[in-house]
């Protein structure tokens, strides 16, 4: 049973646009909502989160948004920029665990 | 510097023949926990541990085991591994309200 989906194994972004990741949760036992990037032969690393009581949460070029009616949480990245192809993981946390997506491949195009 | 800290990055070993993945973190996180990456099945949950001598499973954990005899240390330990857990395994740490993990490089591990 998957608790976090990411529909969209991967997405293409021109430069300088806007690039949007999406993640839905059937889950609503979590306090965070978290996005992780990855890059090839690296860990994840943390980029940003969203409390469960908030809708946005800012920080310079990224912004996450949190719709707990509809039970979805979306990345948005502006302008995106070539450092930040990558593979991003949504995830929920709380005081016991950390649960992941399965991961959208970002490639962001010349 | 902050970080994780795993060993080895490579391993090949052949099945049935015991092995240890080790963990190391230098930011007195009181959580530590152990992933394993799969392609199309993302970061799933192998062990986890909140704070020394307190382990528990998630969501993955049969042919693996775990000790946290000290607080930076959690080791992954492979029994008798077998094929199917040829992957990539994560070590992550974090404080306790676990909003940020901080993950190591990983282990890439092939089992034949």
Known sequence: DQQVKQNSPSLSVQEGRISILNCDYTNSMFDYFLWYKKYPAEGPTFLISISSIKDKNEDGRFTVFLNKSAKHLSLHIVPSQPGDSAVYFCALGRDDKIIFGKGTRLHILP | ?112
Not at chain 2, 49 to 65: A, F, I, L, Q, R
Request: with cysteine; aromatic share 12%; hydrophobic share 30%.
């Open chain 2, 1 to 112: 510097e902050a970080q994780v800290t795993q060993n080895p990055r490579y391993l090949i070993t052949v099945t049935g023949k015991k092995l240890t993945v080790t963990c190391s973190q230098n930011m007195n996180h009181e959580y530590m926990s152990w992933y394993r990456q799969d392609p199309g099945l993302g970061l799933r949950q192998i062990y986890y541990s909140m704070n020394v001598e307190v382990t528990d499973k998630g969501d993955v954990p049969e042919g693996y085991k775990v000790s946290r005899k000290e607080k930076r240390n959690f080791p992954l330990i492979l029994e008798s591994p077998s094929p199917n857990q040829t992957s990539l395994y994560f070590c992550a740490s974090s404080s306790f309200q676990l909003i940020e993990a901080f993950f190591g490089q990983g282990t890439r591990l092939t089992v034949v």
